[in-house]
């Protein structure tokens, strides 16, 4: 198993204010990888940088083992990095069909419908509401559509951003189990969580992030029993 | 009665022309390019030269104004506002006037203050009668060609992949570029078609008034920015609505009311469209979920 993902000393500013401060981790090919921490901690912000949205200060990521430096963010995505990001930011004016295009956008036409199939096997409401201008689903409905868009694109590594935030608990489940059926068909998956708990019982290594650093690192299982996590992130 | 109202309809169809241009900018730039005017002289000018001094058949005049305000359009965004990207958009809105300014003076500069006048590209092609009325053969042109640009545009953004790009894009860039789509190459891509679009509408203007000089494009620029507001701007189909009821407005305006009036009741009419649907005609704005 290789590593698939790799950041070293990354440091991002928003103006004066350093908000990443010499983060380092890595996602091996296959896992699923968690990124918990407090609001505030730096973790959109990270996932954001990696993505491409954001430049760095300094530090480096590199993607198979290709360096990022000065790659435009719309290549990346060529390469096999999709982002979900922050609020789902799916395209409100467009249809749920136009918005899966959309996540197509890289990809030879001819390989469009496969890979609308396996994602309508994914989220068969997508489906029933092809046709359906995006900003009129419901947040659920919002999250499986950019979770769905993200896919499209056939990424090997796949960066979420509070895929959980928002829904009811049913729905969290469900949202999880279909990470976990991402992941099993051969997506690498890097997760960013409030909800600690549900992407500790999901991931295989976990990284904790605080004010912009981060402090603990290890397996998912181990850090979920921890107390001192389970004080901090867990509710006790 | 009916000459008026073809008058207007004419008149107006330039008008959305150029509104398209202002709106497909505003939506996916969000700016105005107050410079948008100017391009439009500058494409009258290009078909003028083409026609009377290259002797060009009219056909190939209106081509190679086209061409050359889509590298215009281009050149003006890639020099002009891309290095403003992430600017206040008052920054923007002074380099637009700047480059308007720019544009004008150029003008005056290569082709003088003299008013030139424009050749009758439509010359043999004859009027048609309607109940009476005569219907210049520019006029009909005019019509059909806002029409045309019309369609060609929905269809464009609705079903091609660089047209639903651009959507994208309009939506939000940050969404549009973790798409792969490259958000840049499809701003520059929109100045080019509304640049344009831009040069056939010069052509059409200074074929109905065909009185040429640097400044011909400025209120037309302008009237066409008003209605692109009226019609709901970042709209297709409010441009080319609100260029319509506008060049009817202004029409009548001028036949039943008064012709020094006409402008203030055009922009009247616009501020109380503004009062009552603050987005325009077909504005729209649908309820967001975070
Ligand atoms: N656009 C911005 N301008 C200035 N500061 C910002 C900006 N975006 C984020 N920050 C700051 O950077 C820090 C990290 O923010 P970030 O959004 O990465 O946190 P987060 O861990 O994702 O939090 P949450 O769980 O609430 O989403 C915060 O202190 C935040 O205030
Ligand atoms: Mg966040």
């Known amino acids: 198993m290789g590593t698939m993902l790799r950041v070293e000393d990354l440091h991002v500013y928003y103006g004066s204010i350093h908000a990443i401060k010499g983060v380092s981790f890595e996602v091996n090919e296959g896992e699923i990888v968690t990124l918990i921490g407090a609001n505030g901690a730096g973790k959109s912000t990270t996932l954001n940088t990696v993505g491409g949205l954001l430049k760095a200060r300094s530090g480096k990521i590199s993607f198979m083992e290709k360096d990022l430096h000065g790659i435009g963010a719309d290549k990346v995505v060529a390469q096999g990095m999709a982002l979900c990001p922050e609020g789902r930011r799916v395209f409100q004016h467009m249809t749920v069909l136009e918005n899966l295009e959309m996540g197509a956008y890289t990809r030879p036409s001819s390989e469009v419908a496969d890979s609308l199939e396996k994602v309508y096997q994914l989220f068969p409401r997508l489906k029933e509401r092809y046709r359906q201008v995006a900003g009129t689903l419901s947040g659920g409905e919002q999250q499986m559509l950019a979770m769905g868009r993200a896919l499209m694109s056939k990424p090997k590594l796949m960066m979420l951003d509070e895929p959980s935030m928002g829904l009811a608990p049913i729905l969290v489940k469900q949202i999880f189990s279909i990470i976990e059926d991402m992941n099993k068909q051969g997506t690498t998956i890097l997760l960013v969580e409030q909800n600690a708990q549900m992407a500790l019982s999901v991931a295989n290594r976990a990284y904790v992030l605080e004010t912009g650093r981060i402090t603990t690192s290890g397996d998912a299982k181990e850090l979920a029993e921890s107390e001192e996590i389970k004080k901090a992130y867990l509710g006790g | ?290």
């Not at chain 2, 920015?225 to 009821?245: D, E, H, K, Q, Y």
Request: aromatic share 8%.
């Open chain 2, 1 to 290: 009665m009916l000459a008026n109202l073809i008058n207007g309809i004419s008149l107006g169809s330039v008008y959305a022309i150029i509104a398209l241009g202002y709106t497909m900018v505003y939506g996916i730039a969000k700016m105005l390019n107050f410079a948008h005017g100017d391009v439009i002289m500058v494409g009258g000018y290009v078909a003028f030269c083409s026609i009377s001094y290259l002797g060009w058949p009219p056909i190939l005049a209106v081509l190679a104004s086209v061409v050359v305000c889509t590298i215009l359009g281009i050149v003006i965004e890639g020099l002009a506002y891309k290095p403003l990207r992430n600017a206040t958009s008052l920054a923007v809105l002074i380099t637009a006037i700047g480059v308007s300014y720019f544009l004008q003076n150029a003008a005056l500069l290569i082709w003088t203050s003299n008013t030139k006048v424009f050749p009758n590209v439509f010359a043999n092609l004859p009027a048609i009668q309607l109940g009476g009325t005569q219907i210049a053969p520019v006029t009909v042109i005019t019509v059909l060609a806002n029409i045309v640009i019309m369609i060609a545009l929905t269809l464009f953004t609705s079903r091609t992949k660089m047209g639903k790009a651009m959507r994208a894009v309009s939506e939000d860039k940050g969404a549009a570029t973790l798409m792969g789509i490259n958000v840049n190459r499809t701003i520059s891509m929109t100045f080019a078609i509304g640049s344009g679009l831009a040069a056939i509408a010069g052509v059409l203007l200074c074929s109905a008034y065909p009185t040429l000089m640097p400044t011909t494009g400025a209120m037309p620029g302008i009237k066409a920015f008003t209605a692109a507001v009226f019609g709901g701007i970042g709209s297709i189909p409010g441009a080319m609505l609100g260029g319509v009821l506008l060049g009817v407005i202004e029409i009548f305006g001028k036949a039943y009311v008064s012709t020094q009036l006409s402008d203030a009741i055009v922009f009247a009419v616009l501020i109380i469209v503004l009062l009552v649907k603050p987005t325009g005609l077909l504005g729209h704005k649908i309820r967001e979920k975070v």
